[in-house]
């Protein structure tokens, strides 16, 4: 216990704790600020035609009579009982939309970060061993096209592209789980992952080369080479090692983003992740569905963060020692 | 496994190769691919069999008929549901449950003959209980049916047998016949509750409900018990994709036979064996003004933008010449001439002498709200316009709004003027008798109502002889244009896009997709 205190640990769980009850006050009132409710995203300019009374009754059907406070405490109450509310749209439990919608969204974000980090340390430590040569120039280069192309470009240009040239249009086909179809799953999953991997790829390239260039100039390095250690085992063991805490924090930040941050790419490709689950529920102004899947990619960004510095244990010996 | 190499490394390889350079390539490929839009429409006797596909950007937001109002939901619904009457493909009103009806000579009751040996999906029968037990509950403001005030003027309803409905009225209806064929007044079971019809569809259609996955796809499949000929598809499956550009990528691919768009541009880029056909709608592009404010109070003010308006201009800047300009009634039975109002061509000279009537010789501001992102192309018609009036001496401050603000406003009647599209109907009866008659339930947006205005549309619901009826409308026209009370500019085009596979289907003005009930797959 006393261990337990002294790493911190309890700190930082309570500091999750906070930042998720902030998060969930955050989205709640937010959410209520945007002009409009679920009965005007519904019936739009019709609405104008309600009597009072039908008004009243949507206003039940929807969940809308209660009043605020009543409203944030029964959905506080309900979440602490697992009950992520009810999506009248859809006719499903949030809980069940969100059970659907989070593998797709983690297999995309683990097929980007993985095609990021195969994409961005290798050029990011090239990069680095022949500083200003055209090795640098072009990872320089790449890693600003990367930050510069915006991802929805990027993603619609693929898209239509490939659909027009190639008769390449696997999204179009409504999506399967890999469960369901491998083949055409993997095939979903590829422009995508792509186009994010391009668009992530850019920071871990910079964020590698600025760390391999650092370690290298340390004086550990400088006596490695003097005791006559093999290149590569320079390059991996000692510096490659020592650079992985910025690349790690850098891509457990990426990660996060990516579990609810893929909205757009989500979109674009018609992937039915938690990040169209959201952008559908903004639409229709479904409160409980936002809410709690908000709730649900927050607490997925917390413990990313919470692994992210468990990591750290195990990459660097002096945090151990810490 | 073999089919996932062959697509995966063909992308791989031309991504490597094209680079940066393929971007713009891409536009221009598609481009070339071209299809004209044409305005034919697909006449081939459809096939037997063939599961359809059907590109949607969102997917139905309810399956319940009584409540939907959204467009794809209503796409959706009216191959599931039946109602007493229907439209043909020239927007006649046709038999649909019931088969026959008599109109009384006082005009006070309308009898209905359903038709013998109907059944639900389920296969329990359809009866004149039915009826009566859908409309009863349409009526009850607690279950809040959009159509309510559709069957406002309805005091009771009699079931005198099982085959026989009859509906007593306040006042003399006519176009009653024409507005109950909307999916909003669908006849469910009477042993059916909304909550087992918000999961599960239980009609009379040609197509019954097979599945939903929220966000994904609707999938419907031949209703055996269809009263009708047998729908020629095994199934229609809905499916979501996330824009008309993704789904004109996904018929470019094969992988949608059937799609509607409302972007020209987009319906363009389709390539591969696909035909796009034209159809004007019912629906217009208005600038909605409210007479009740200060601004535009007087008449001779609201004349005066009516001059400053080239539609023809406006139309050809913001939609790329994509309508046709329109009076206020679109319905083709009605509709109204547009050459018919003060100024059908721009007139600034008049337009100053309005002004100047008006006291306004220095020129007058008004304010206008500005949807963006609820439909398409408001911006731009907004700009469009006041760069016109500007040049009259009439600013025009554009107030863009966020959907749901823009909603609330006008719902609320806070608005000078508004930038609108507003839905059409084929009875003008149905069109604007929620508008403009005092009693209407939007008249507070409608902002005009007037003794002669009431006094027509209560005609035109007792009128029964079409040629009588028409100059009724006709004169309901006259009075909405040479009073300015809306400015009206013009109707969009759908585009109707179909695989070549795809015969049977005829597109309608009102949007409808009922002959989906007639398409099959060659």
Known sequence: MRRILQSGALRKTTGAFATLVGVAVFVFFMLRAIPGDAISASLGTEAAGLTQAQRQALEEYYGLDQSLPEQFFSWLGNLFQGNLGFSVRAQ???????????????????????????????????????????????????????LSVPAFLLATTLLTYFAVNFGFNPNGLGYKTFFEDPSVNLQQMLLPTVVLAFGISAPIIRTARAAVLEIRSQDFIRTAKAKGVPTRTLQFKHILRNALIPIVTMTGLQFGYLLGGAVVIEQIFSLPGVGRQVLMGIQQKEYALVQSTVLVIAAAFVIINLLTDLLYRAIDPRVRAE | MTKLKKWSLQPIKAFALLSAASLVLAGCAAAEET??????????????????????????????????????????????????????????????????????????????????????ADGSDFDSADVRYSYEAIQDEANAGVARATLGGVTSIETPDAD?????????????????????????????TEEQLNVATNGTGPFMLESRTAGQNVILVRNPNYWGDPAPLDSIEFRVLPDEAAIAAAMSAGN????????????????????????????????????????VSDKNVRLAIQCAIDRQVVLDTALLGE?????????????????????????????????????????????????????????????????????????????VLEGGTYVDRWIAGEFDTAIALNGGRPDPDGMYGRYFPSTGNLNQVAGYSSDSMDKLFADGKKESDPVKRKAIYADVSAELENNAVWIWLFSAFTYTATSDTVTGFTPMSTGSWQFLRTTGLK
């Open chain 1, 92 to 146: 499903e439990t949030v809980l069940d939309l969100t059970i659907s919608a989070l593998p797709v969204t983690f297999q995309l974000a683990v097929f980007a970060i993985l095609l990021a980090l195969g994409i961005g340390v290798p050029i990011g430590m090239l990069a680095a061993s022949r500083v200003g040569k055209p090795r640098d120039i072009f990872g320089q280069a790449l890693s600003l096209l990367g």
């Open chain 2, 35 to 120: 299809v004209e839009p044409t305005a034919t429409q697909s006449e081939a006797p459809a096939a037997v069999g063939g599961d359809l596909v059907v590109g949607l950007i969102i997917d139905p937001d309810t399956i319940f008929p009584w409540k939907a109002t959204q467009n794809q939901a209503f796409r959706m619904l009216e191959n599931v549901y039946s109602t007493l009457t229907g439209f043909d493909a020239d927007l006649n009103v046709v038999p649909a449950l019931a088969e026959s009806w008599e109109i009384s000579a006082d005009g006070m009751a309308i009898t209905f003959n359903l038709r013998d040996g109907v059944k639900f």
């Open chain 2, 164 to 192: 026989t409905v009859v509906l007593n009225l306040a006042t003399p209806d006519v176009g009653l016949l024409a507005n109950l064929s909307t999916v909003n007044l669908a006849i469910v079971s009477s042993d059916d």
């Open chain 2, 256 to 295: 949608v036979q059937f799609a509607v768009f409302s972007d020209p541009i987009t319906a363009r880029t389709v390539s591969g064996a696909v035909s796009v056909s034209t159809t004007p709608q019912l629906g217009y592009h208005a600038l909605m003004m409210n007479p009740r404010k200060e601004s």
């Open chain 2, 323 to 399: 309508g046709e300009v329109t009076g206020p009634i679109t319905s083709p039975a009605f509709r109204s001439d547009p050459n018919a109002r003060p100024c059908p061509e721009r007139d600034l000279a008049k337009a100053a002498e309005y002004l100047a009537a008006a006291g306004k010789v220095g020129g007058v501001q008004i304010d206008a709200i500005v949807p963006q992102g609820l439909y398409g192309g408001e911006v731009e018609i907004a700009q469009a316009v006041a760069a016109q009036l500007a040049e009259a001496n009439i600013t025009l401050n554009l107030e």
